[in-house]
């Protein structure tokens, strides 16, 4: 997934006692694991939580097909070529099953639009990075798809049903990308030329603390979490998840022949996990802020592309109209 | 070059140079369902080219690779028609593009379908279906286009005045065309043009099109000979890290 910081209530868990009966008969439910339907009962602040959540996470699919779009045309095989155009596809195809999961929460498809271009809804800050060489579509697949992945698994189990539905869709196809990503970075890192091996470290550099971002801020500074954690929109805290993708990230990074970029990595026997060290999280509220490489070009392509495409949906409209009217006039 | 060898590169350079400029696309199509569709047609044409110079490269017999044929080539080695090499302009150009190229395609398809030639009829028989489904869509969007508001249709009869002089380019038999047919592994590309004909008449006509009063035919592309200047700079991009990084594996 690529949900950052997400609003919550910001008053943080709701008491038993300060709920309302149908809140409350609302937690029950959820807490008995049931999922929750579009047309059942469901607090203002749940509904709103979700929508920004899910619209977090289609709008970071549709702004995420901007950097692999950069490489698309230099793809330098065609087999490479295909795997892209079928990944950014796929990314697509869940742009739409998430907007679609939206929608039933009572928000359509352009108006989260609207608010994306506007600066009210928000993406991954990891997609405000740029790729600069080949390798940078083998480490976005890798770290990218595969923090996206620790995320999203667990969400199949989200309480709202139309979101783990999608989930489920989305899982299987992240999971075959970051192999495809992780194929690319053996081929340049492990079995390259001395400049493919370059360039492989060369990305893991960048790319390395960008991916450590996306599971947010560190737990004592995510005000969000706990509300969203006890409606089950969110599953682990960010701390767990970042943990567990460091635990399984360093091995592929070894096995690859690559360094992680941290001077303080370390095994910790005594927890069973390694040590790091946390991103620079100025950097990060920077980013999120609107002030990372890349937000202002990328806010700047999504909204020309929408600007230029507006005669296109217009005359799609136009036309409809046109043959319900003839439709009519022949009956 | 054996005649063979020549038809299977303008085979398989029509898919990979419009493949190729579908693919610019990617991310900035005017709605979520048009990005989702420039892709999947973006992937069929990359998959088509795959089998068509697979194919070629095996016919040559020189060791080259369908990525070499790609990859490795410059601009007055390429074959496929000059409409097909031109920049996308809008998305009304890049669809008209699509249908006047896809209207060609089912009849060519389906007709090398019956090649003596067995890998060629198997490439089509597959390539075919997709061929099928993009001209379902591209029919479709240009009637929709062309047929919308008034902006549209002004710009669906721009893309159409631009580009109808690049079409005839696909039906212009030459001698290698002979030497196919009477190999027995493709009819002329001639023969197909009625169907073409009887196709655009009905499309532009649902579209409220006039199709442009002229006779004017650019060539150079499927001959090579010359192809635009736009071939280039497609190619300089395409290339750029197998020139950049001589016998690198990826």
């Known amino acids: 997934m690529y949900a950052q910081m997400v609003k919550s209530t910001g008053k943080g868990v709701a008491s038993r006692e300060d709920m309302t009966p149908e809140d409350r008969q609302f937690q029950d439910r959820i807490d008995a694991g049931e999922k929750i339907e579009p047309k059942d009962y469901m607090p203002d602040g749940y509904r709103k939580n979700l929508i920004r959540q899910i619209g977090q996470h289609a709008h970071s699919e549709i702004v995420g097909q901007l950097p692999e779009g950069n490489w698309i045309t230099r793809a330098p095989t065609l087999e490479r070529k295909a795997n892209l155009l079928a990944k950014v596809q796929d990314e697509a195809g869940h742009g739409l099953y998430l907007y679609c999961a939206a929608e039933t929460l009572g928000v359509s498809r352009d108006e989260m639009f609207e608010m994306l271009h506007d600066g009210r809804m928000k993406y991954s800050s990891i997609f405000n990075y740029p790729t600069?060489?080949?390798?940078?579509?083998?480490?976005?697949?890798?770290?990218?798809?595969?923090?996206?992945?620790?995320?999203?698994?667990?969400?199949?189990?989200?309480?709202?049903?139309?979101?783990?539905?999608?989930?489920?869709?989305?899982?299987?196809?992240?999971?075959?990308?970051?192999?495809?990503?992780?194929?690319?970075?053996?081929?340049?890192?492990?079995?390259?030329?001395?400049?493919?091996?370059?360039?492989?470290?060369?990305?893991?550099?960048?790319?390395?603390?960008?991916?450590?971002?996306?599971?947010?801020?560190?737990?004592?500074?995510?005000?969000?979490?706990?509300?969203?954690?006890?409606?089950?929109?969110?599953?682990?805290?960010?701390?767990?998840?970042?943990?567990?993708?460091?635990?399984?990230?360093?091995?592929?990074?070894?096995?690859?022949?690559?360094?992680?970029?941290?001077?303080?990595?370390?095994?910790?026997?005594?927890?069973?996990?390694?040590?790091?060290?946390?991103?620079?999280?100025?950097?990060?509220?920077?980013?999120?802020?609107?002030?990372?490489?890349?937000?202002?070009?990328?806010?700047?392509?999504?909204?020309?592309?929408?600007?230029?495409?507006?005669?296109?949906?217009?005359?799609?409209?136009?036309?409809?109209?046109?043959?319900?009217?003839?439709?009519?006039?022949?009956? | 070059m054996t005649p063979l060898f020549e038809f299977l590169l303008r085979q398989g350079d029509n898919a990979l140079v419009l493949g190729h400029r579908t693919s610019e696309w990617c991310g900035v199509a005017p709605a979520l369902e048009e990005d989702i569709a420039l892709a999947n047609t973006a992937l069929d044409l990359i998959g088509q080219t795959q089998l068509w110079l697979g194919y070629a490269a095996e016919v040559e017999g020189a060791g080259r690779s369908a990525n070499d044929l790609a990859y490795l080539r410059d601009v007055y080695d390429f074959r496929n028609v000059l409409m097909l090499e031109v920049p996308n302009a809008d998305f009304g150009r890049t669809l008209m593009r699509q249908f006047l190229f896809d209207a060609f395609q089912v009849p060519w398809l389906t007709a090398l379908q019956g090649s003596d030639d067995q890998q060629v009829a198997d490439i089509a028989a597959k390539s075919l279906k997709e061929a099928q489904y993009h001209l379902d869509r591209s029919s479709e969007t240009v009637i929709m286009l062309g047929d919308g508001t008034d902006e549209s249709h002004a710009r669906m009869k721009a893309a159409l005045d631009y580009l109808f002089p690049y079409a005839g380019e696909m039906f212009a038999d030459d001698a290698i065309d002979t030497a196919i047919r009477e190999s027995g592994v493709a009819p002329l590309p001639s023969t197909v043009r009625t169907q073409w004909n009887e196709t655009l008449r009905r499309v532009m006509n649902e579209a409220y099109l006039t199709i442009p009063d002229t006779t004017f035919n650019h060539s150079g592309g499927r001959t090579g000979f010359r192809h635009t200047e736009y071939l280039g700079h497609m190619l300089a991009t395409m290339q750029t890290l197998q020139r950049s990084y001589p016998g690198a594996t990826w």
Request: aromatic share 10%.
């Open chain 1, 132 to 331: 600069l060489t080949w390798a940078d579509m083998g480490a976005v697949g890798w770290l990218v798809d595969g923090a996206a992945i620790m995320n999203q698994v667990p969400l199949q189990r989200t309480s709202y049903g139309p979101y783990a539905r999608a989930m489920v869709r989305i899982c299987k196809e992240e999971s075959f990308h970051q192999r495809q990503g992780y194929h690319i970075m053996i081929k340049m890192a492990r079995e390259g030329s001395a400049d493919q091996k370059r360039m492989a470290q060369d990305a893991l550099n960048r790319f390395w603390y960008p991916s450590l971002m996306m599971f947010g801020p560190s737990d004592k500074d995510s005000v969000h979490s706990a509300q969203s954690m006890a409606w089950k929109i969110k599953m682990n805290t960010n701390d767990e998840l970042r943990q567990k993708f460091v635990d399984e990230t360093v091995p592929q990074a070894e096995y690859l022949g690559l360094t992680v970029p941290d001077e303080h990595l370390s095994w910790n026997a005594e927890t069973g996990h390694y040590d790091f060290s946390e991103p620079d999280w100025s950097e990060f509220s920077d980013v999120i802020s609107g002030n990372g490489p890349c937000n202002v070009d990328r806010l700047n392509a999504r909204k020309t592309a929408w600007d230029d495409g507006a005669w296109v949906r217009d005359a799609m409209m136009a036309h409809a109209d046109k043959k319900a009217q003839r439709r009519m006039a022949a009956e």
